[in-house]
């Protein structure tokens, strides 16, 4: 039988169970993903509607240059939507399969951050569409437009519109990769305000690598970052305590052996 119900920390399982049990979650996860795209690919229109909303309306008619790129680029826009549309089942895959693995200590440390990954990642996702995209295409559509005729063509449109809306629930993770880090003790919160220029600097790195190429959007892209880091530094001095320390042993019970 499969193996989909929560495994306690000491529950001694065989190897084969965890291969069944991580095999039933994948499974679980591509159904609900199938699911997820059926659902995306009926309601096809309103997505590309959706998607092409932030285009100024001249250029909301895309185009297309041959007979089988509308169906594929359907197929595709629908597909990229049903993953993100099933994120938040699939990370919770994820995580019932990797949870078992903590102590309990370690799970009181772990689990209020995990579970805020599918909230980060939707609001992620809200940002880059209602803020990222409409300055980015303003910007790169209205660049030189005396010089350039710009036809959008569908396929690279639909693509760059769903890698600006994964990337910004991705980068919305960082909160909670530095929250994870200070609780499990990997770093504190006096070495985050130390290194803040250095991070600073990475951030500015990855906005630059993020999909649009614009110094406009990398900008747009870098204030969420600064300010979810610096709300990480605060929220990590107020919960991140690292869980784990060392025991300390009282001076009383020190050995004599230094004298």
């Known amino acids: 039988m499969a193996r989909m119900r929560p495994v306690g920390h000491d529950e001694e399982i065989s190897l084969v169970d965890h291969l069944d049990e991580l095999r039933w979650r994948i499974i679980a996860s591509l159904i609900a993903l199938v699911v997820a795209f059926g659902l995306c690919f009926w309601q096809s229109s309103l997505i ?34 049903a993953i993100i549309l099933a994120f938040p089942f ?6 019932a399969l990797v949870i078992p693995a903590f102590s309990p ?58 890698m600006v809306l994964i990337a910004g629930g991705v980068v919305f993770q960082l909160p909670v990769v530095i929250l994870a880090m200070v609780r499990l003790g990997i770093v504190s919160v006096d070495q985050l305000r130390q290194n803040r220029r250095y991070a600073y600097l990475l951030i500015a790195v990855i906005a630059a690598a993020l999909p649009g190429v614009d110094p406009i959007t990398m900008l747009i892209e870098m204030v969420p970052l600064l300010a979810l880091y610096e709300l990480s530094i605060l929220l990590a001095r107020a919960l991140g305590r690292p869980r784990f320390r060392r025991a300390q042993v009282p001076e009383a019970l020190e050995p004599e052996a230094q004298e």
Request: overall charge negative; proline content about 6%.
């Open 105 to 162: 200590r370690e799970r009181r440390a772990v689990i209020p951050i995990l579970f805020t990954i599918p909230l980060l990642f939707v609001i992620g996702v809200l940002f880059a569409y209602l803020v990222v995209l409409p300055a980015a295409v303003d910007f790169l559509l209205s660049f030189n437009s005396d010089q350039f005729r710009a036809e959008l063509r569908a396929r690279e449109y639909y693509s760059f519109f769903a």
């Open 48 to 81: 590309l509607d959706l998607a092409a909303d932030p285009l100024p309306v001249a250029d909301r008619a895309l185009v297309v240059l041959a007979p089988a790129e509308a169906f594929m680029t359907t197929v595709t826009v629908s597909l990229y939507a």
């Open 90 to 95: 699939i990370a919770y895959q994820f995580l």
